[in-house]
């Protein structure tokens, strides 16, 4: 069916912001890449192709679920949709070094003015789609306060986590924890400018899961 001309659909530029998942997907150390195997082929006998995958539920960009870093915390099919969903603004911190500070997104945060209820920050000139990075950037957690109090839900970063890659006190998932805060992980934000957009980036509706993928995109409000 075409859709008429006036359809904002066909209006509004889209951003994929969601890198490929292949076998080639970089994965924390230690957890499980992504594998794929044909189940069924289309041939004589069989009519369609039928796929099985092996993975862990944070490959590629994807919504942490709040039992990822609390024992009594939400599965990430349990986990209201609302803050994946509406006005984000992006913000580039390029070169912060290995924690993102204040003073890193600031520029684009000014006093008095409305907050965006929704902060996904580029730390990468180029993501790494295809290597970990073991020096990732992660968030200072006075950051993460100060953004919860000034209304924001959810935090998204080009990072593979909101934590220095070898914490084991996960300062930062804590203060997601506390302040109730949602996060999504391994952005691609390459090629997206700073500014305000509309982020849709729905988890699946994993009720067990710790973690799901999701195909994140942003669309210009106008």
């Not at 069924?40 to 960009?61: E, L």
């Amino acid at each position: 069916m075409t859709m008429p001309a006036s359809d904002p659909c066909t209006t509004r530029r889209l951003w994929d912001i969601s890198p490929p998942v292949d076998a080639q997907a970089p994965v924390f150390p230690g957890d499980t890449p992504y594998q794929q195997r044909w189940v069924a082929t289309i041939g004589p006998g069989c009519p369609v192709n039928v796929s099985a995958i092996t993975t862990t539920p944070h490959v590629g960009a994807h919504a942490d679920a709040p039992l990822h870093y609390d024992p009594a915390g939400e599965p990430i099919g349990a986990v209201d949709l609302t803050p994946y969903l509406g006005p984000c603004r992006v913000v580039h911190a390029l070169g912060c070094g290995p924690l993102i500070t204040w003073a890193h997104v600031a520029h684009a945060m000014p006093a008095g003015a409305p907050c965006p209820p929704r902060l996904l920050v580029r730390t990468y000139a180029q993501m790494p789609q295809q290597v970990f990075d073991e020096a990732l950037p992660g968030f200072d957690p006075a950051l993460l306060e100060r953004l919860a109090d000034r209304g924001v839900c959810l935090i998204g970063t080009d990072s593979a986590s909101v934590d220095p890659a070898a914490s084991k006190t996960l300062d930062a998932h804590q203060v997601l924890r506390r302040r109730g805060l949602r996060v999504l992980e391994n952005l691609c934000l390459d090629a997206v400018p700073e500014g305000d957009y509309e982020l849709i980036a729905l988890p699946l509706k994993w009720m067990s899961a710790d973690a799901s993928p999701v195909r994140a995109v942003l669309r210009a409000l106008a």
